[in-house]
């Protein structure tokens, strides 16, 4: 039986504003062969990613559900990196309690000045205090105790932004390589 994968988040996950077929997630798609669903949609926050894990995540019943999200928590001034950590902690909870293997992805850093120039033009968004809690929401993973993958601190020897926050098709290249090296894959993509 193939391995099945969810991938759930925002528009990191969901590929914007690139074909899905450019995407991180179709891009471990295509490298392992195994099941992988896409469940990031665009603008959502961890408390509507909350309101569908039931359906994206425990209903497709994958082996692993690999979580990206936070970023617009912050973007929109929602919650602080802790409540975002409760909340990713929670679905994790969730999805261990229904036999699936967690991983949580530390969020993108921005790139403050072009996300100012290129990224919701007109905002009063400070992007550089979105980094500042994007750093403190990947601290707070990283001392953890569930499994992660550190984009966070990875991205940050790739930095192709196509707006400051949404990474170019080669940055979604370069965090499939980082996510197939956690699921042992040695493919070159």
């Known amino acids: 039986m193939k391995k099945k994968l969810v991938f759930i988040g925002n528009s990191i996950v969901n590929g914007f504003p690139w074909k899905r077929s450019q995407?991180?997630?179709?891009?471990?798609?295509?490298?392992?062969?195994?099941?992988?669903?896409?469940?990031g949609i665009n603008g959502d926050?961890?408390?509507?990613?909350?309101?569908?894990?039931?359906?994206?995540?425990?209903?497709?019943?994958?082996?692993?559900?690999?979580?990206?999200?936070?970023?617009?928590?912050?973007i929109y001034d929602n919650l602080s990196p802790a409540q975002v950590y409760m909340n990713i902690a929670a679905m994790a909870e969730t999805a261990a309690d229904n036999g699936i293997c967690p991983i949580l992805i530390t969020p993108l850093p921005v790139d403050a000045e072009m996300a100012s120039r290129l990224w919701m033009t007109g905002s009063v968004t400070d992007y550089s205090e979105v980094n500042r809690q994007l750093e403190e929401l990947s601290?707070?993973?990283?001392?953890?105790?569930?499994?992660?993958?550190?984009?966070?601190?990875?991205?940050?020897?790739?930095?192709?932004?196509?707006?400051?926050?949404?990474?170019?098709?080669?940055?979604?290249?370069?965090?499939?390589?980082?996510?197939?090296?956690?699921?042992?894959?040695?493919?070159?993509?």
């Open 45 to 74: 926050t961890t408390g509507n990613i909350m309101r569908r894990f039931g359906k994206d995540v425990i209903g497709n019943n994958p082996d692993q559900v690999f979580i990206l999200t936070g970023t617009n928590d912050f």
């Open 139 to 189: 601290r707070i993973i990283r001392n953890g105790e569930l499994e992660f993958i550190d984009l966070n601190r990875e991205y940050r020897k790739c930095g192709l932004y196509h707006d400051g926050v949404h990474p170019t098709p080669e940055g979604h290249a370069f965090i499939a390589q980082v996510i197939l090296r956690r699921i042992n894959q040695d493919i070159t993509l």
């Open 23 to 39: 995407c991180f997630v179709s891009l471990v798609r295509e490298s392992t062969g195994y099941d992988v669903f896409n469940k």
